[in-house]
């Protein structure tokens, strides 16, 4: 049986099915993983991964003969593709399987920032309903105006979800769609100021990096409110942190970090914040068929097929 590297756990039927197929070395539960690498890393062929962990260069580099990485997740950041693309290791991920559940997250949380979901449910839990009396109004979603940042094949799913909310659409990204009807941006900033809400769905990259500067959340403005699904690193995280607590920036509610699993604790206490660890695309449905793509992919490789969804 060949032999893989799983570097992080994963559900128990990806782990079963990559058991019953590989001979597996499990990189987390392993004190020594110099050791691991040093005697086992020569024979191992491929890798199982997630979008989080990625395979760091280190580890890489002590796998001469890896031929192929499966990746959980549909963002590869942590990931070199270059050096991967050098090598001619082979590389997938799991698109499209989570669009639905992440577009679905999106909306959630737009709808719990706007209408303060977290804190009317905490307002009746503390007895405050029938103590102070009602909870005050909140905003709503309807009529507002969405700026997309990255039309891609989630963005795509977050824009008909808003439609259905009757919220004017607009997005940017590193080209104008001819095929989408929604206005485009050529310019992140500009269309910041045009928008109440911004969602941020592009992929992390070197170039995606702090797109979202502080002159974009200052766009965004005092009633603006900025979404983030996809990676932290896309955002200025301190920017955004001092002008939530400033009120240069209305709101956020943020599914991802620049440093997972930390938190800036100032966001903790702000009551214009939503905050969620990572969980986007964490549905039983939509990580039983991430899963099934990793182990699918590697059985493909192994069987000389071409890969399902290749990355490169
Ligand atoms: C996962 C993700 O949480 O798909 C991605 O890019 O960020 C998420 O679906 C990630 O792969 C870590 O498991």
Known sequence: MPEILQIAPMMPHVEAALGAAHTVHRLWELPDRAALLAEAGPRIRAVATN????????????????????????????????????????????????????????????????????QADAYVRAGR??????????????????????????????????QAFRMEVVYHGRSRQADQPYPFYADLEEMARAVDWLVVIAPGSPATEGIVSRAVLEALGPEGCLVNVARGSIVDQDAMVDLLGSGGLGGAALDVFAEEPQVPETLY??????????????????????????????????????LLTPVC
């Open 269 to 306: 206490a702000m009551e214009n914040v939503v905050l969620s660890p990572h969980q986007g695309s964490a549905t039983v449905k939509t990580r039983m068929a991430m899963g099934d793509l990793v182990v699918r992919n590697m059985a493909a490789h192994f069987a000389g097929d071409p």
């Open 129 to 162: 309903w029938a103590a102070e009396g009602n909870f005050p109004l909140t905003g709503e979603l309807t009529a507002r105006r969405l700026g997309i940042l990255g039309l891609g094949r989630i963005g795509k799913e977050i824009a008909r979800r808003a």
């Open 51 to 118: 979008g989080h962990a990625g395979l760091e260069a280190g580890i890489m580099a002590a796998l001469p003969a890896l031929e192929m990485i499966a990746s959980y997740g549909v963002g590869y950041d942590a990931i070199d593709i270059a050096a991967c693309k050098a090598r001619g290791i082979k590389v997938s991920n799991t698109p499209d399987v989570l669009n639905d559940a992440m577009a679905e997250m999106t909306l959630g949380l737009m709808i719990a920032l706007c209408r303060r979901l977290p």
